[in-house]
């Protein structure tokens, strides 16, 4: 009787082991043969994540290893927008259950950044980034997204520094950070940005690179200048000013702007400055 029920006991861990690979081919089966799936159907084949741990005994790691291998399952089908609503909801709670997890996080950057899933893939990139503080390609995949997707510089210059501060190759650190730097140059609040400039420049270890960050605000902080006598060409002569030429002729400014880099400054069909790069110049950047 003793050993009849110890085996009982020992083997009692497979019954939700069981249930969680039953749901999960049960659910698997579905997401292959469904045909266009409405909201309520997502939500029925997106277990919440508390179940999920519950089948899984427990065990919130084999979860997520569960949640994810099912997030891989839809990333196999068909580009059907529903399908991504569904990965998306997958993924997420895979990073709730585990933030850590590597393969989690390729994914989100891979798939549902590319997917209008960019609200998701930012969640899981940023849990990813707290969570592995030795991992640069978190926060850099999140740097990316907010650049290239939101066409946000200042937000994406800010996680480019958090990968830098992750990174534990020297090189990496200086290039991040410089990227960086480059990017907040670009940021549409030209002061805002030139505070950061001078406020990484200040924080930095490495004088080479702190002189190019200073080099990027001395540029940041003539645009500013010709900003200024853009405005003041366009109050005293009723009309904006078609090139920088307009405002030294008109001797709003005394002389030409000397770039650090070797470029060149233009008026945007906005009336804005900016920066026209010369091709001698281009390997300084």
């Known amino acids: 009787m003793f050993t009849s029920v110890k085996s009982v006991r020992d083997h009692f861990y497979l019954i939700p082991l069981s249930l969680a690979w039953l749901i999960f081919a049960t659910t698997t089966h579905r997401m292959e043969h469904a045909a266009q799936q409405t909201s309520t159907l997502e939500?029925?084949?997106?277990i919440p994540a508390f179940i999920q741990v519950i089948l899984s005994g427990g065990d919130r790691y084999l979860a997520t290893n569960i949640t994810v291998f099912r997030a891989l399952t839809v990333n196999t089908q068909d580009n059907n927008p529903d399908r991504f609503v569904?990965?998306?909801k997958i993924q997420t709670d895979a990073a709730s259950l585990n933030p850590f997890h590597e393969d989690n996080?390729?994914?989100?950057?891979?798939n549902l950044s590319w997917t209008n899933q960019l609200d998701s893939a930012q969640e899981i990139l940023i849990k990813a980034s707290n969570a592995r503080s030795f991992d640069m390609l978190p926060?850099?995949?999140?740097?990316f997204n907010e650049y290239y997707f939101r066409h946000d510089t200042l937000?994406?210059?800010?996680?480019l520094q958090i990968?830098?501060?992750?990174?534990?190759n020297e090189e990496d650190k200086i290039a991040l950070a410089k990227l960086a730097a480059k990017?907040?140059?670009?940021g549409t609040d030209r002061r805002q940005a030139l505070n950061i400039l001078k406020l990484m420049a200040n924080q930095s270890r490495y004088s080479n690179l702190r002189r190019q960050i200073m080099m990027r605000a001395d540029q940041l902080n003539q645009m500013i200048t010709i900003d200024e006598a853009i405005a003041a060409y366009t109050e005293k002569f009723h009309r904006p000013p078609s090139s920088v030429e307009?405002?030294?002729?008109s001797r709003i400014l005394q002389s030409h702007p000397n770039d650090p880099f070797g470029q060149s400054y233009i008026i945007d069909s906005h009336g804005m400055t900016q920066v026209q790069g010369n091709k001698k110049h281009d390997n300084r950047h």
Do not use: E, R
């Not at 939500?43 to 997106?46: E, G, H, K, L, S």
């Not at 307009?246 to 002729?249: A, I, K, N, T, Y």
């Open 183 to 186: 990017w907040i140059s670009k």
């Open 43 to 46: 939500m029925q084949v997106a």
């Open 105 to 110: 996080y390729y994914l989100a950057a891979a």
């Open 246 to 249: 307009d405002l030294v002729s």
């Open 163 to 168: 990968a830098s501060q992750h990174s534990s």
């Open 155 to 159: 937000s994406g210059a800010k996680w």
């Open 86 to 88: 569904i990965q998306s």
């Open 139 to 143: 926060p850099f995949y999140c740097a």
